[in-house]
């Protein structure tokens, strides 16, 4: 023991460092080190306690042969949906190759996601996705650690073609395998690029989910609210397909929730009012199709008004498009702030650590960044987003919430009954539900934060 501790602190005062390996900058060998427990490993496989310090040294720089740091790499494969993404994430969160199939194009001629299409659309691109992923990173699947997929929730036709690429290619490359939730991937996908400690409140907002959730952990998770309808990206969806958006060039190749964020940015947020979902409830549950509901009278009101017939647009639709923002936006906010109060009164975050995440395809809405911005400003929380790219269905996402799980040995099949075992999920509550508790507190804001 008494060499260990004569040891270690010269070896750690030397500034050895490595060169650059596939782009990134020389660091000291120890910074490579991501763990105690590879240092440890690293000391018992030189046999510190009976060397000398110049052998070392020789270690350090390599002088034994060999990679002195391997990085770990996991390959995700994301299908839960539209988007057919694959990706090759280090265990420093670097993306070393990437691919995506968008099937937008596809589903916007059809006026929405028709299951058995996205289905074969998936079948036939995932290979050629996977193998564009693997070749941007410049490696095979014998050079990964681990293949993570997407197998909850979700689409079940979309989920099939994920779960079972990736489980064959997996015990095809004698590959450990790691099942990945959806939803748990969007919530993570920000501590690629922030930090973000455990715990802290989580908004997913797309277009197939609304969940206000406590991250406590890795494996630990509670729903605080979720809607009982449609989700916010559903609704600005079908809302501007109500508004016929495709018909103006500018907006034709846009999704509707992009289309209606570019013409509220001309448009009054008061012109036309919309009533406060749920407003009887002091919970944190959403509801969407009430908002939709009154968006579809107002357009039959306009289109008589205006004398709007075929595929023509109603002359305030700016207006319209920012006043039904607008109302998304609020309801969204409200309820946010409101679980912000219930954590607050069951004093389940650290005050040194309040953190909001937002994440899902309707956090790439800069308008509504900008009102739960306001709202952590002002109750004191931290906002923090995936980049927009990171937001939307994609392979990084997965490949790094694998990546997290196989650093923690979390939920990693080796054997290959296990693997041959997992099954898709269409529907997985990411946890255990406190809306009960939540409700039976009937939260009220002092004060509801205005944007």
């Not at 010269?10 to 910074?31: D, E, Q, T, V, W």
Request: overall charge neutral; charged content about 20%; aromatic content about 6%.
């Amino acid at each position: 023991m008494a060499a260990l501790t004569r040891v270690i602190p010269r070896l750690l005062s030397y500034n050895y460092s490595l060169p650059k390996r596939n782009g990134i900058s020389a660091k000291p060998y120890f910074i490579y080190l991501t763990s105690i427990h590879q240092l440890r490993c690293k000391l018992l496989q030189i046999n510190l306690f009976h060397t000398s310090l110049p052998l070392l040294k020789e270690v350090v720089e390599g002088g034994l042969g060999g990679d002195p740091y391997r990085r770990q790499v996991v390959l995700g494969i994301e299908t839960s949906c539209d988007d057919t993404g694959a990706a090759v994430v280090a265990d420093s969160g670097e993306v070393l190759g990437e691919a995506l199939h968008n099937q937008q194009s596809v589903h916007l001629r059809h006026g929405g996601i028709i299951p058995p299409v996205a289905q074969r659309l998936h079948e036939q691109n995932i290979e050629q996705v996977v193998n564009e992923a693997l070749e941007k990173a410049g490696m095979t699947v014998r050079d990964l650690d681990a293949i993570a997929a997407t197998v909850k929730p979700g689409l079940s036709l979309s989920l099939s073609v994920g779960t079972r690429y990736g489980k064959n290619l997996a015990v095809s490359g004698k590959k450990p395998f790691i099942p990945i939730h959806h939803m748990e991937a969007h919530a993570l996908t920000v501590r690629m690029v922030h930090k973000a400690e455990f715990p802290f409140l989580v908004l997913l907002a797309s277009g197939g989910h609304s969940l206000l959730v406590i991250a406590h952990s890795l494996d630990h998770w509670s729903i605080i609210g979720q809607t009982i309808d449609d989700a916010p990206g559903e609704a600005l969806d079908q809302g501007a397909r109500r508004l016929k958006l495709r018909n103006i060039p500018e907006c034709a190749s846009m999704s509707g929730g992009q289309a209606i964020e570019y013409l509220a940015t001309g448009g009054n947020p008061r012109a036309y009012e919309f009533p406060t979902p749920m407003g009887k409830y002091k919970d944190c549950t959403f509801s969407f199709s009430g908002l939709k509901h009154t968006l579809t009278r107002l357009i039959e009101r306009l289109e008589e008004e205006y004398e709007v017939e075929g595929g023509n647009i109603i002359p305030p639709i700016q207006d319209v498009c920012a006043s039904f923002q607008y109302a998304v936006t609020k309801h969204l906010v409200r309820q946010t702030q409101r679980a912000m109060v219930y954590l607050d009164v069951r004093d389940l975050l650290p005050s040194q650590n309040k953190t909001l995440v937002v994440s899902g395809g309707v956090a790439c809405n800069q308008y509504i960044r900008a009102a739960l911005q306001k709202l952590c400003d002002t109750t004191g929380y931290q906002l923090l987003c995936p980049p927009p790219k990171l937001c939307t269905d994609n392979g990084i996402m997965i490949a790094w919430n694998g990546m997290e799980r196989w650093l923690a040995k979390a939920g990693v099949l080796h054997d290959e009954e296990d693997i041959a075992a997992v099954d898709f999920q269409a529907r997985c509550p990411i946890g255990e539900d406190l809306t009960n508790d939540v409700r039976s507190l009937r939260i009220q804001a002092q004060k509801w934060v205005k944007f």
